[in-house]
């Protein structure tokens, strides 16, 4: 059944190695789970056709290498991405140490306008298995980062949903914020634009005469 | 039938074996003319306790059934038992867990019918003796001055390269000989028989080490490839071996450490050789056979080869590159993992096995030429496509669409014959000298190794000749002497270069009024003429700080 899909969004799924970006993806995509998954090699490429709000909306969705020899390719990933899921894991203190070091690399290669998300993975743990616990994560992220965060699971498909839903409406309020700007600006122009016609059809009678 | 059974049966030939499956050869000695074949000694050896199988409690696979294509002591002997059960005691209601491929990669139900509507991927794999026998005669052939049974001990550790040699790789590499073809042709017997250091101490050395590769090895290990039988678990016969196998490697070379991907590469060897002949051949990948900062930490290498890729398609395929270029796609994010995993990841291992036969007679321009006639025969869908989404995802999924490997070689043939290795290498000099630009900012000396090197350095494992004696005496061979003074020489600046760097270190750390000088070089003009005087006067003066510390 074709759909008749009003825009494309490209979002970029990045974290640490290790912390599950390809099981949240293939969650997300494939409504599936899956113990372990290939480690991956540079990037790999899903999309979704999401319902938003009633509207259809292509969700490209790029999982990209977590090990930081593959970091060096991040420029190009970058390129065009108009979302960003920043996932850690929950089991993995390094994991969410290294969030600031991820939020930098997006200000430095990212659109300044890319909109983020930030998941905690596997949350699904017991809290003696934890490394950073909810609150705190909370705390941190409120703090330092003022972005969207859930704590996400996998394994028991817990705001897997949520996460790129979010993601996906912030990016259309951004783009119908600067439509509407954009439509602003033109009627701005264009009323400018008459006066200028205006005033130049006054001039060339001016000059006719 | 005969020959079939000799192949896949208990009766594996030279280089299927481990060393205790020797007396399963003598029995498996009949009037057959190929067991000539046989080693003199059994040349697979696995290091640490790799479970080690008597001819009497070993459930061979079925001939062309599952595991039948690959090496007998990878072969998981649980699930064998089982399948070997189920075949006696029919029972119709007993569904399998799982359906296993020759090469024991689990076959997913749903994918069924798909699979076998593919041309090439539906025939069994089956070697044709006939084959076989043609590949038996050329090597007796080529050595023709041997008296007597000819066993792999006589033949040569390189195979010279003619025409008729390359026409029969081309057609493909018998499966049984592949082990013994494998390493003669890339290059790893020679690098085995003359390495200084023997896989067994290297694992021995490697294995006391808790690093962080050791870490992340183990966090892969499962992550490699999952779906094969002989790498889905900890207990299962191939996780051991790649354990050992990739932490030798980064043990061995300290510049790339351990690189998602090479698992891919390690794991799909383990199926078909042994241990330590795929440690060598893994070896022979890195150091010969792909350039040399391929796996380095900035991946510099095969970022380089992506943008040489990208110039080849312009020149071979100017079509799809307009294709390319007018939906700006860039193709380094679809083709980069298939050249890290050297296609281990996309392909089927039907065609990869193919592919591997040449890439090891060839070395790295093969990679080049699949990739272009894998895009020539795409090139009328692309054409065709009308969103970037959707060229895009046409693009990512051509390796797993080959299925007919013939046609893709001819096809390689008609796009791209012409293409030489000196070209590739001309076009890869460039690159990598346009990235290293580009990177400039990048290289940064807090790093210990910031610059891409001509040639991989081993970690030293045995007194080497000194580079000055090198650059100053050469090597014996005269021919190479002008490319590799050039080689040497480049390499002697980034160790002089690194020297400084570290030297500029040591006393940053220990005197205070120099924590905060910046160690990044000036290369300027004005730069040098402000240095110059100062030299001058420190050297005047005699005040050497060096003696001072002495």
Redesign the interface.
């Known amino acids: 059944m074709a759909v008749d899909v009003t825009a ?1 969004y490209k979002v970029l799924v990045i974290g640490d ?2 912390v599950g970006k390809t099981c949240l993806v293939h969650r997300f995509c494939d409504e599936r789970y ?1 113990d ?4 991956t ?3 790999d ?1 899903k ?1 979704k056709i999401v319902n938003l709000d009633g509207v259809p909306i ?1 969700l ?1 969705i790029w999982d990209t ?1 977590g ?4 970091r ?2 991040t420029t ?2 970058y ?1 065009g991405a108009q979302g960003i899921v920043l996932v850690y894991d929950v089991t993995n203190l390094d994991s969410f140490n290294h969030l600031s070091y991820w939020l930098r690399n997006i200000e430095e290669n990212a659109s300044p306008e890319v909109v983020k998300v930030l998941a905690g993975n596997k949350c699904e743990v017991n809290t003696h298995q934890r490394a950073v616990d909810k609150e705190r994560g909370q705390k941190v992220i409120l703090e330092s980062f003022d972005i969207p965060f859930f704590e996400v699971s996998c394994r028991g498909d817990v705001n897997v949903q949520d996460t790129f839903l979010t993601l996906a409406r912030l990016i259309r309020d951004l783009r119908q914020r600067r439509a509407s700007l954009f439509e602003e600006r033109e009627r701005a122009a264009g009323v400018k634009l008459e006066e200028q016609q205006k005033a130049a059809a006054s001039g060339s009678t001016c000059g006719s005469c | 039938m005969k020959i079939a059974r000799s192949l896949f049966g208990t009766g594996i030939p030279e280089g299927y074996t481990d060393g205790s499956s020797h007396a399963q050869i003598d029995t498996a000695v009949d009037e057959d003319n190929d067991d000539v074949f046989l080693p003199d000694a059994p040349e697979g050896l696995s290091t640490g306790n790799v479970p080690r199988h008597n001819s009497g409690g070993v459930t061979p696979p079925a001939i062309g059934g599952p595991f039948s294509a690959i090496t007998p002591s990878m072969w998981p002997q649980d699930i064998l038992a089982q399948l070997s059960q189920q075949d006696n005691h029919r029972d119709p209601n007993h569904q399998p867990l799982y359906r296993f491929d020759e090469f024991g990669f689990r076959v997913e139900e749903e994918d069924g019918p798909e699979q076998s509507s593919k041309k090439l991927l539906s025939q069994p794999f089956v070697e044709d003796p006939q084959h076989r026998l043609q590949w038996i005669a050329y090597l007796e052939f080529s050595h023709s001055e041997e008296v007597g049974d000819l066993t792999w001990d006589h033949v040569d550790i390189r195979l010279p390269r003619t025409d008729k040699l390359r026409g029969m790789v081309r057609s493909g590499v018998p499966h049984s000989l592949r082990p013994q073809l494998w390493m003669r042709l890339s290059g790893a017997l020679q690098k085995q028989k003359s390495a200084d250091i023997s896989y067994r101490e290297l694992v021995k050395a490697s294995s006391n080490d808790s690093l962080m590769t050791s870490k992340q090895i183990e966090k892969d290990l499962l992550r490699t490839q999952p779906s094969n039988a002989c790498f889905s678990n900890f207990t299962s016969t191939g996780i051991p071996r790649l354990r050992r196998l990739l932490r030798a490697l980064a043990w061995l070379y300290p510049d790339i450490g351990y690189c998602q991907g090479t698992g891919m590469i390690a794991a799909s060897l383990l199926l078909f050789l042994e241990e330590e002949e795929s440690f060598w051949v893994m070896c022979t990948i890195v150091e010969d056979l792909l350039p040399a900062s391929y796996y380095s930490a900035t991946l510099l290498g095969v970022q380089a080869d992506q943008r040489v890729l990208a110039a080849l398609v312009a020149t071979y395929l100017p079509g799809v590159e307009a294709v390319i270029r007018e939906h700006d796609i860039e193709l380094s994010l679809i083709c980069l993992h298939w050249y890290v995993t050297l296609f281990s990841s996309v392909l089927h291992m039907k065609i990869l096995l193919r592919l591997w036969d040449l890439f090891f007679l060839d070395g790295s321009i093969v990679i080049f030429q699949v990739t272009l006639a894998m895009l020539k025969i795409k090139e009328a869908e692309l054409k065709s496509l009308e969103n970037s989404a959707q060229i895009f995802n046409a693009l990512s999924g051509i390796p797993g669409d080959v299925d007919d490997v013939e046609c893709l070689f001819k096809v390689m043939e008609n796009v791209c014959g012409s293409l030489t290795e000196v070209m590739v290498e001309t076009h890869r000099r460039r690159h990598l000298a346009y990235l290293m630009a580009d990177h400039g900012a990048l290289i940064n000396p807090q790093n210990s190794t910031n610059l891409p090197k001509q040639q991989l350095n081993r970690r030293q494992v045995a007194k080497p000749r000194g580079v000055l004696e090198l650059l100053l005496f050469g090597d014996e061979d005269g021919s190479e002497d002008m490319r590799n003074k050039n080689v040497r020489q480049t390499e002697l600046l980034v160790d002089l270069r690194e020297a400084i760097i570290q030297v500029g270190r040591h006393f940053k750390s220990i005197e205070a009024n120099f924590v905060s000088l910046s160690l990044n070089p000036d290369y300027s003009l004005e730069g040098h003429s402000h240095d110059l005087p100062e030299f001058l006067a420190t050297a005047r003066s005699r005040h050497r700080r060096a003696k001072a510390l002495l």
């Not at chain 1, 372990?36 to 480690?39: D, G, H, L, M």
């Not at chain 1, 090990?67 to 593959?70: L, N, Q, S, T, V």
């Open positions: 494309t190695v290790n899956y372990t998954y290939i480690s090699v540079g990037i490429f999309q292509k490209q290498a090990e930081e020899r593959f060096t390719l190009a990933y390129r």
